[in-house]
């Protein structure tokens, strides 16, 4: 019987070349428990950056509001990670917002704000650098 339960954690008859089953599963709930953590963390994100962007009446419109999705590049354990849909090329009325230079810096300047709020209440030691949406107008 010990000889069974001790293979389960490696002590005998392991040959080393894969991790035993037991192993293999604590560190499969690891990484999955850090991958939870950043998808938390991603969330905080997109909440914060759909908050930023309905400031714009575009935005308030338009919000199609968030989701998740399995998308690899989506899938990363080391920060958070977002896609934003800012509009569709297809749909002839955000087509026109979307080739719009103000529209393109006043959309950077609030997702640029959301990821400076996200920092500032996340580390302690980052200075934030708020830019005011009169900007897109320079």
Not at 14 to 20: A, D, V, Y
Not at 21 to 47: G, H, K, M, N
Not at 111 to 129: C, L, R
């Amino acid at each position: 019987v010990a000889e069974r339960e001790n293979i389960d954690v490696g002590v005998n008859g392991s040959s080393g070349k894969t991790p035993p089953p037991l192993i293999a599963q604590v560190l499969t709930d690891l990484e999955r428990q850090r991958l939870e953590s950043w998808q938390y963390e991603s969330y905080v994100v997109c909440t914060r950056i759909m908050n930023s962007l309905q400031q714009h009446p575009y935005f308030r419109a338009y919000a199609r509001g968030i989701k998740s999705a399995n998308f690899v590049v989506l899938k990363n354990f080391y920060m958070p990670a977002v896609l934003i849909e800012i509009g569709f090329i297809t749909n002839s009325d955000e087509l026109r917002y979307l080739i719009n230079p103000k529209f393109q810096k006043l959309t950077a300047i609030l997702i640029y704000n959301a990821i400076n709020e996200y920092f500032s209440q996340t580390d302690p030691t980052f200075q934030p650098d708020r830019k005011p949406m009169g900007a897109a107008l320079e």
